[in-house]
Nanobody, 128 residues
Framework: QVQLVQSGGGSAQAGGSLRLSCEVH????????MGWFRQAPGKEREGAAV???????SYADSVKGRFTISKDNAKNTLYLQMNSLKPEDTYMYYC??????????????????????WGLGTQVTVSS
């Protein structure tokens, strides 16, 4: 069982920055694919950024060059640094994880059903 504890997010002006954090419990030495999905009301969840246990990252085209995903293995914490925010980045953001990842390449375009573990979500609102 994996528990994901999210923090961060909130409100920002367009062009501003926010950082999301996700503590992953317990530590795992197994291969994994972890990342951030986002969802607007009435819309499907979409992948924003993911990272695998080898440190390879994948981003949705809409956030590439503006968002950076990273993982601090000493703290067992996943981060999403969001810069140059736009009003269209307004979503509920979810930390996601799948461990024992033998299921192919870890990509932001994977369907949400590929991830078993989900955080509770944190709202990000960007005003113009």
């Amino acid at each position: 069982q994996v528990q994901l504890v999210q923090s961060g997010g909130g409100s920002a002006q367009a062009g501003g920055s926010l950082r999301l954090s996700c503590e992953v419990h317990p530590y795992t030495s197994k291969p994994y694919c972890m990342g951030w999905f986002r969802q607007a009301p009435g819309k499907e969840r979409e992948g924003a950024a993911v990272i695998d246990s080898d440190g390879r990252t994948s981003y949705a085209d809409s956030v590439k060059g503006r968002f950076t995903i990273s993982k601090d293995n000493a703290k067992n914490t996943l981060y999403l640094q969001m810069n140059s925010l736009k009003p269209e980045d307004t979503y509920m953001y979810y930390c996601v994880a799948e461990v024992d990842w033998w299921g192919g390449t870890c990509l932001a375009s994977l369907p949400s059903s590929r991830f078993l573990y989900w955080g509770l979500g944190t709202q990000v609102t960007v005003s113009s």
